[in-house]
């Protein structure tokens, strides 16, 4: 039985690959996500392939009914089949008659009357094999052409949306289809709303952004000094050969493993574990650099985008139309997530603090499905909020996030420490938004913040 869920797994995936190609290409679609999509479809519906057993479940028992009986018994019994024999096979299948003939000619216990039983009980198994094989291939091609409409379906759909040049739309459609009714209806709601709201557009181009490969981060130190870097000296003097990974050195011979589409993987394998065949030199060359104006390592790191982390204002202040933009929104920075490929941290606040987080919208989606379906309602904390915010941003996996702040700021000014926080925030670089939606908001959130959109 393993055998025939594993071949119709397998055609399962075939014909995904199929449908599914241009979409996976895009981005619109997830390999694990289409993987997952197979699993469940084979759960439900490898319990028909029970019928398989079920339809020839007669003649198997049969078959290992007369193969059980003695010689004395087994004639009779043969004979009682014969009909039965020639209703389901014809003669050159199978010749029951034929064979019946054969061993009433022979004594029954004999050397060639065994030979023959024997070889007659093979052939019937083979022809009751290879019917049931067969009936389990069209029955499994049935099951995979249903599948195949489905999916089509889908992928028709999914590509019918993005013909407006609305990127996000294919991925959207795919992540609504995947959800419950409640929720997908909401989200095409919302969808409309990313559609026409220029702060979201605003907000996507801000957070999305590229750090540009000129700007670096420095890790901080207690000094400035000066840069020392040590340079090969002239080729000219070289003493040997040697194992390494400078690439600046390297033997002929290896350009031609680097170059040839066959020996690249291994010239790769060789370059990773150093043991290229490489030149070796005599001397070597200091070289005393400028003063470098930051404090940090004598080498700067790349700047790296890491996570959003996003407070929302769920009180009941928020509630209408606010409420709507700031879901949206929030729907928007999951979008974001998933194509920048960064984590997402939502944090929930009214009288209570709820906090969510995220790799993928495809897995975040079920976490915040409450979050979308239900009315803000109840107080606000925000200092909580902040404090849950500022505490985030201060460990090492949230060290390059950008912080969103959706709310109506109609709140008091975070006492002296929380103050303190997010002005060290702000001096250590991290990127700070907010979407302001009260008629008088509390003008300190509004100043700390790198950029604020106001919506009245």
């Not at 670096?216 to 003097?237: G, Q």
Request: with cysteine; net charge neutral; proline share 4%.
């Amino acid at each position: 039985m393993e055998d025939l869920y594993t071949l119709f797994r397998n055609r399962l995936r075939a014909c995904a690959a199929e449908v599914y190609a241009p979409l996976l290409a895009s981005g619109a679609v997830r390999t694990s996500e289409v993987e997952e999509e197979i699993e469940r479809y084979h759960a439900r519906r490898r319990a028909g392939l029970q019928e398989v057993y079920s339809f020839y479940g007669e003649q198997w028992d049969a078959f290992y009914r007369v193969k059980a009986t003695q010689d004395a018994g087994f004639l009779s019994e043969l004979g009682r089949l014969n009909r039965a024999f020639s209703a389901r096979y014809d003669s050159c299948e199978l010749n029951v008659d034929y064979y019946l003939q054969l061993f009433r000619s022979m004594s029954a216990g004999s050397w060639p009357w065994n030979t023959l039983r024997h070889l007659f009980e093979e052939r019937w198994e083979k022809a009751l094999s290879d019917r049931e094989y067969n009936y389990q291939l069209i029955h499994i091609e049935q099951l995979c052409a249903d599948y195949y409409r489905i999916v089509r379906q889908t992928a028709e759909k999914l590509a019918n949306c993005g013909r407006k040049g609305d990127d996000t739309a294919p991925r959207l459609e795919w992540l609504q289809s995947k959800q419950t009714p409640e929720l997908r209806k909401r989200l095409r709601e919302l969808a409309l709303i990313l559609k026409r709201n220029p702060i979201v557009r605003e907000l996507n181009a801000r957070l999305g952004r590229q750090t540009p490969l000129g700007q670096k981060r420095y890790k901080a130190l207690n000094d400035k000094h000066s840069l020392h870097t040590i340079k090969r000296s002239s080729p000219s003097d070289i003493t040997g050969v040697k194992e390494g990974d400078n690439l600046n050195a390297l033997l002929p011979l290896e350009y031609a493993y680097m170059a040839d589409t066959v020996l690249h993987p291994f010239f790769l394998k060789r370059y990773t574990e150093k043991t290229l065949q490489v030149f070796e030199v005599a001397s070597q060359v200091t070289e005393r650099g400028k003063a470098t104006p930051h404090s940090g390592n004598d080498t700067p790191n790349p700047s790296m985008q890491g996570p959003f982390v996003v407070c929302v204002d769920s009180s009941g202040s928020m509630a209408g139309v606010r409420e709507d933009i700031a879901k949206a929104i929030v729907l928007s920075v999951g979008l974001l997530s998933e194509q920048t490929g960064r984590r997402c941290r939502v944090i929930l606040f009214s009288d209570q603090t709820e906090t969510v987080e995220f790799g993928s919208l495809y897995e975040g989606l079920p976490l915040l499905s409450e979050f979308f379906c239900r009315s803000f309602h109840g107080g606000t904390d925000v200092q909580t909020a902040l404090t849950e915010a500022v505490a985030s941003l201060w460990t090492a996996d949230y060290a390059y996030a950008d912080l969103l702040i959706l709310s109506d700021f109609e709140v008091e000014t975070p006492d002296e420490v929380g103050q303190s926080r997010l002005k060290e925030l702000k001096e250590k670089g991290v990127g700070m938004y907010a979407v302001a939606f009260g008629r008088r908001p509390n003008d300190f959130y509004l100043n700390i913040v790198d950029k604020y959109w106001m919506y009245k």
